[in-house]
């Protein structure tokens, strides 16, 4: 065929048609409000030059009279991101509002398809007003697809949503369902009913903001894990992400350069618990100092932040750290804390991701809100992810661990490798006072000052019973250290755990609490 031959020039005149979306003016209007459009957006997601199209050609099935539009308001296909294969869906605002009509949920749940029997991560950028209200049923059927295919495919490989535009109602679920989403802040916004319903049912004034916009899914919800501050943002940390993160289920993560430790860290870290266990330290300088530098991305930082959770490398290793935060509640979990710690958890054992857990907590925040809401619920989950998990699991108590919390927290019972402890690690039922007030409540109140003998039993218990080594004596700490090793420490713990294998037990699945 000749490149004047008119079957060539009709192709070429489709695809131009094609990439021309809702047209000239619709991708003007999206420009205006500081959006690209899908392919804009692929193109900066996607190596330059390796995004494939599939599907480009696909329109709804309309009837006579209705509007059509080639590609039907996705864009679907692969390419690489750092030279690793990622398969990626687009939803294009200019058709339709990006709204789900039945072909267009084909092509998302076909990609999804590919995705996994390629064993690559998927990526969505959603921007989208819901399901296309002309196509009815068609549209919700759309969704309940990909909602199937969200739950079927976790664990398999890494989805990642980036929600970069509206997703209202139903279609919330999709990036629910995912292992990540990023929201951007000002832009994208999700919930289930909006503003104009809550307003007639119930009478509350709200704005799409205030109700699912980025802040407020970041920090109080928890459903955002990450927020940046512009769409460009948000695709250049997916890209980000995918480098912690293997391709699927089956692989381990790719290993990065081996990275140093921050200057001064041994020293630092020596010093950084203070001795006075009712002061504070900063849990995230801790995390720094042991990481590789500059390499910890943390998770959901704006929501439960008693509680830490995030992505590093360990002499180029990606891991993922769980902690405690003694400077918010003293550390202490609530029900926040546990479900964004068993969630972490859980999705670092998906994929291979070892875990590290540093371990400072008094134990589980008391009060009667808590335990009406199901605290107990709540801590089980945490033991349920670390007693299930077959990754390497380290942790390193760093001072608190008391009753219940010790347990959840990664302790050697649930099935942890390797248990360090700093000489400051307070491994107890409880504190000093408390037990004090319980074990020598009559001596306390027969003496002539109460509050003198209660402080003296309190500072015998905490001598004999509030440090590392009744506990390593028992067996329960394999190792006492100086903070300064713990990152050489870790780092040979993780290479001696490289080729860990678990055989799981025979069974459908578990049933964790919900």
Not at 76 to 104: C, K, N, P, S
Not at 155 to 183: E, K
Not at 479 to 484: D, S
């Amino acid at each position: 065929m000749s490149t004047d031959d008119p079957r060539i020039l009709g192709l070429r005149k489709r695809r131009a048609e094609a990439l021309e979306a809702g047209g000239v003016d619709r991708i003007a209007r999206q420009h205006a409000k500081g959006k690209g459009t899908a392919r804009e957006r692929l193109a900066q997601l996607f190596d330059s030059n390796t995004f494939q199209e599939l599907g480009s050609l696909t329109t709804a099935r309309c009837s006579d009279g209705e509007e059509h539009y080639a590609g039907d308001g996705v864009v679907t296909g692969f390419g690489q991101v750092d030279g690793r294969t990622v398969f990626a869906y687009a939803q294009d605002a200019t058709i339709f509002g990006g709204a789900l009509g039945e072909m267009h949920g084909r092509k998302i749940c076909q990609v999804m398809d590919r995705a996994v029997e390629s064993g690559a991560p998927l990526i969505g950028l959603i921007d989208s007003g819901g399901a296309r209200i002309q196509e009815g049923v068609y549209g919700l059927g759309g969704y309940a697809e990909i909602f199937r295919r969200n739950a079927l495919y976790s664990g398999i490989v890494p989805q990642i949503s980036l929600l970069l535009g509206p997703c209202a109602g139903g279609a919330a679920y999709s990036p629910a369902l995912t292992d990540l989403l990023v929201m951007v802040e000002g832009q994208s916004y999700m919930f289930l009913t909006g503003p104009e319903v809550i307003r007639a049912v119930t009478g509350e004034e709200v704005n799409a903001e205030q109700l699912g916009g980025a802040r407020m899914h970041i920090s109080t919800s928890g459903l955002a894990h990450f927020v940046s501050p512009s769409e460009r943002d948000a695709i250049a940390l997916a890209r980000r992400l995918l480098a912690y993160l293997p391709a699927n289920h089956l692989e381990n993560a790719p290993l990065a350069a081996p990275g140093g430790e921050l200057s001064g860290a041994p020293a630092q870290l020596n010093a950084i618990v203070p001795l006075d266990p009712r002061q504070p330290y900063s849990m995230h300088r801790v995390i720094e100092l042991v990481v590789d530098a500059n390499s910890f991305l943390e998770v959901q930082e704006r929501f439960a932040r008693n509680a830490i959770v995030g992505l590093a490398r360990l002499n180029g290793q990606s891991v993922g750290i769980v902690a405690q935060e003694p400077e918010m509640l003293a550390g202490a979990l609530d029900i926040d804390a546990s479900d964004k710690i068993t969630r972490f958890v859980r999705f670092c054992d998906a994929f291979n991701i070892p875990l590290i857990t540093f371990v400072d907590t008094p134990g589980f925040l008391p009060g009667v809100d808590q335990e009406y809401h199901g605290i107990i619920r709540h801590g089980a989950k945490i033991v349920y992810a670390y007693s299930t998990a077959t990754v390497p699991k380290l942790s390193i108590v760093t001072r608190k661990a008391y009753g219940g919390a010790y347990v959840v927290m990664s302790s050697k019972q649930l099935g942890t490798d390797v248990t360090y402890a700093w000489p400051s690690a307070e491994i107890a039922v409880m504190g000093g006072e408390g037990a004090a007030t319980i074990l020598y409540r009559r001596e306390i109140a027969a003496a002539p000052d109460p509050a003198a003998a209660r402080a003296q039993y309190a500072a015998e218990y905490r001598e004999r019973y509030l440090n590392p080594y009744a506990a390593a004596e028992g067996g329960f700490i394999d190792e006492v250290i100086e903070p300064g090793e713990t990152r050489s420490r870790l780092i040979g713990a993780l290479l001696a755990l490289r080729h860990k294998a678990v055989i799981p037990l025979a069974r459908r699945h578990g049933n964790m609490p919900a």
